[in-house]
């Protein structure tokens, strides 16, 4: 009986262990991201470009060819587009001064969290 439950709670820990690192490629929130991050780009254009480093910089991963790879795979993914085009008709419709002071303080964290994580500490 012991050795059950031993099994059945180790089970559970490498579900949720595997879908933690699953949440860094969940669609639906990259689609959120990316609309968001378009918008940023527009008031802010030193963030221009650099979708892919802010994004890895905010889970904390490495950019290189197998991170590029999965976000495309990612991007291309019916999942994706479908949560992006919602996101697009949604931000469309958020476009009062609350909407567009929150989004300026999201994209002012995520410009600050992006360069405090690329800089190497001295």
């Known amino acids: 009986m012991r050795i059950h439950l ?9 579900s949720t262990l595997a879908s933690a690192g699953d949440k860094r ?25 650099h979708r892919d480093d802010a994004y890895l910089s905010l889970w904390r991963m490495k950019p290189g060819p197998k991170t590029t790879a999965r976000l495309t795979e990612v991007r291309s993914s019916a999942t994706y587009k479908s949560e992006q085009r919602l996101a697009k008709r949604e931000a469309a419709n958020a476009s009062g001064p609350d909407a567009v002071k929150t989004l300026e303080q999201q994209c002012k964290g995520l410009w600050g969290e992006m360069q405090k994580t690329s800089n190497p500490k001295g």
């Open 6 to 14: 031993l099994l059945a709670a180790a089970l559970v820990t490498a």
């Open 25 to 49: 490629y969940d669609p639906k929130a990259l689609a959120r991201y990316d609309v968001s991050y378009v918008r940023c780009e527009t008031s802010f254009p030193d963030m221009k470009g």
